[in-house]
């Protein structure tokens, strides 16, 4: 099955096990695809970035509340 990977970087979730700081790192700040059988399993990504994007989910959230009044 074909499917799309989502980030700049990628890399094994073995490699992953074994050094995950090193593996986000080489990621630059970036978000990073942890593959099993070369697919997607799940991705990991930096703390500002994951803050960020909880920051623009609550924004959403607070601008289809003003639409909804």
């Known amino acids: ?30 978000p990073v695809a942890i593959l099993s059988n ?3 399993v799940f991705y990991c990504i930096p703390a500002k970035e994951y803050g960020e994007l ?4 609550e924004d959403a959230k607070n601008k289809l509340k003003l639409v909804d009044n």
């Open 1 to 30: 099955m074909l499917q799309t990977i989502l980030s700049r970087s990628s890399v094994s979730i073995t490699e992953f096990r074994r050094k995950p700081v090193e593996c986000m790192k080489a990621g630059k700040g970036e």
């Open 38 to 40: 070369n697919e997607p």
């Open 54 to 57: 909880l920051q623009e989910l």
